[in-house]
């Protein structure tokens, strides 16, 4: 069992709890807002909202690993405070939009590119830079607080953002957001880091990704964790590609008890970071890695027995389905982060998170296309569109992955850990 120290964390690591949730906050109520603020002052359509997301995605693809780079050469609250403020300066570029209709969607998509810059940024420096805040004991404790942020946000920030543009218009969900932003800037001013950069300057990119590559392929408990997230985001996103038409269609939902099944995860998610700490004081570190994927194959498997049920037990099913849905992979994040914490060598520590980030996010798209595949090829194969035969497929499709992921893990040794080990040598 992890042996969580009980003395406080110390207050600069809350100076970065508090500055994460609000720039987690910021970027919620922002990345809701942009669509709103698209479809009222432009009338986009699903193509435009599609291509104003793909811009918000792209730099997870093109940036993670550079900025994972960058992390290991230099000061990591540095960079955490110039990706704040180029956060905070795209937010008040699209408040500015929303107070002098001057949006296009060339804009509207440049600006999002520029806040989803500074989110990967602070999202490879950030969890970099905990292990040089608190000690090793303290990690559960810490990851615990940064996921309770990040699913607090997750969970009110596109419901606030959605009050704010219906009883005010979009300008003050911007404002707002600007405000969470700059705030967290302030806070983040107060942290620097002590760490000897000597030698990496003069080292070739490429190299050092190759070094960071290596640590992560060649460490099997890092291996496995990161072949387990790649089949779960496969899978997550092939589960979105069918779920909302199941749903409305199948089971026979309305939009808002779907909004409202989808919020249950958002739920689950702050309940799985309020129960992590206690979860990994309570039980054996490789148990409690294990708990997450198991989690996913619980609430698939209740999805896909939905398709059985009345409409009544089929709706609160998915709902309970996706509430462990957002309890188990905070679970397993929080875990996982500490284990890539504790093992990695601080000097390619960033570089190990930026690879994670960039495979996790690289295996998203993969599992919309193939969810979208399946369900074409489910299609054609069905002789009417009234047995659902696509969304059940991919719900099937799904679940095999999910049984998948749960497997990886099961049979890797991080099964077989303890406690948090001691941190390796570079």
Not at 121 to 145: D, G, H, M, T, Y
Not at 260 to 283: F, H, I, K, N
Not at 338 to 361: C, E
Not at 384 to 405: D, K, M, P, R
Request: aromatic share 8%; hydrophobic share 60%.
């Amino acid at each position: 069992m992890t042996n969580n120290n009980a003395s406080a964390l110390p207050k600069r690591f809350w100076n970065l709890a508090v500055a994460n949730l609000m720039a987690q906050s910021a970027e919620q109520i922002s990345l809701a807002a942009v669509p709103m603020i698209a479809v009222l002052s432009l009338g986009a359509g699903a193509e435009q909202i599609g291509l104003l997301a793909a811009a918000q995605t792209l730099p997870f693809f093109l940036l993670a690993i550079p900025f994972g780079i960058l992390a290991d050469r230099i000061s990591r609250p540095l960079i955490m405070r110039v990706a704040e403020i180029t956060r905070t300066l795209a937010l008040l570029g699209l408040l500015l939009c929303a107070l002098t209709g001057a949006s296009t969607l060339m804009l509207l998509a440049l600006l999002g590119f520029l806040g989803a810059t500074g989110t990967v940024a602070f999202s490879v420096a950030a969890p970099a830079f905990v292990p040089s805040l608190v000690a090793r004991e303290q990690l559960p404790r810490a990851n615990a607080k940064l996921e309770l942020a990040r699913s607090a946000a997750f969970a009110a920030g596109p419901a606030l953002s959605g009050a704010l543009v219906a009883w005010t218009g979009a300008s003050a969900a911007f404002v707002v957001a600007a405000v969470l932003s700059a705030s967290a800037v302030l806070l983040l001013w107060q942290l620097s880091e002590q760490r000897d950069f000597g030698g990496t300057v003069q080292r070739r990119p490429m190299q050092e990704l190759r070094d960071g590559w290596q640590v992560v392929w060649q460490q099997d408990w890092l291996r496995a964790i990161l072949l387990t997230s790649v089949a779960w985001n496969i899978s997550w996103f092939v589960l979105h590609a069918a779920y909302v038409p199941y749903a409305m269609r199948a089971l026979g939902m309305s939009a808002d008890r779907v909004g409202l099944s989808l919020a249950a995860y958002g739920v689950g998610m702050v309940v799985g970071a309020l129960l992590a700490t206690g979860v990994m004081a309570r039980m054996a570190l490789g148990k409690a890695i294990l708990l997450g994927p198991l989690c996913s194959v619980v609430a698939i498997l209740g999805l896909v027995t939905t398709q059985w049920l009345s409409a009544i037990a089929a709706q609160i099913l998915a709902c309970v389905s996706f509430f462990i849905f957002g309890v188990g992979p905070i679970i397993w994040t929080i875990t996982t982060t500490t284990l890539r914490q504790s093992i990695t060598p601080s000097p390619v520590l960033g570089r190990v998170t930026a690879i994670f980030l960039t495979v996790n996010m690289g295996a998203r798209p993969v599992g919309a296309l193939l969810g979208a595949a399946v369900g074409m090829a489910a299609s054609h194969w069905s002789a009417s569109a009234q047995n659902h035969t696509a969304e059940i497929a991919c719900l099937w499709l799904s679940a095999t992955g999910f049984c998948l992921q749960l497997w990886i893990i099961a049979r890797s040794s991080v099964k077989q850990l303890q406690t948090v080990p001691a941190a390796q040598a570079a």
